[in-house]
């Protein structure tokens, strides 16, 4: 769920709280009351009724969109020691061996008692970590790819090319939808 949604449900959230307010609620009683038909009353007590199982229907929905969030973000005790068991050696193997001192801060911050404390106070850790890490393995992957030198100095000789010739250049940043040149 993305923060925009979280926002959506914070929202509906107030909202559905505001048309619950003990005096809001008591004003519509008291107003329902002041009617001289029986029959008048009924209908407006049902009413408020009605609507108050709606925003408590509602509320419930919220809630629960909430601790689907909070599951979403959350890891177990057994996943903590999994990871910190069986990924940070297969990390380790992958890491280049100049990369070795920032793999060692990455341990540290993928320890049982870091990841145990910060999910306490609330860090969104999958995010924090899980992101990066899947950055650094695309890296790291990316890096073992081999170039292909003909289609890099194709490149390089296109653009300089391009640059020599304003017009070409003028195309060129317009296509990419920047300022010509004057």
Do not use: C, H, W
């Not at 709280?17 to 609620?25: H, Q």
């Not at 320890?111 to 899947?134: D, H, R």
């Amino acid at each position: 769920m993305d923060n925009q949604a979280l926002i959506q449900l914070s929202t509906n959230l107030v909202e559905a709280a505001a048309r619950n307010g003990a005096s809001l609620i008591s004003s519509k009683i008291a107003t329902a009351k002041a009617k001289k038909e029986a029959k008048e009353t009924i209908n407006e007590l049902e009413e408020i009724i009605a609507d108050l199982l709606s925003d408590k229907s509602e509320m419930q929905r919220i809630a629960q969109a909430y601790e689907q969030e909070l599951i979403a973000q959350k890891i177990t005790e057994k996943d903590i020691k999994y990871i910190t068991e069986n990924l940070l050696p297969i990390i380790n193997d992958l890491v280049p061996e100049d990369n070795k001192e920032q793999f060692e801060q990455l341990k540290k911050i993928l320890s049982v008692e870091t990841l145990t404390i910060m999910q306490l106070i609330g860090f969104n850790y999958k995010k924090a970590i899980g992101e990066p890490l899947t950055i650094l393995l695309r890296k790291t992957i990316e890096s073992k790819i081999p170039v292909d030198s003909k289609v890099n100095s194709d490149y390089v000789l296109s653009m300089a090319n391009i640059a020599m010739d304003k017009e070409a250049t003028n195309r060129f940043l317009a296509l990419t939808g920047r300022e010509p040149l004057d």
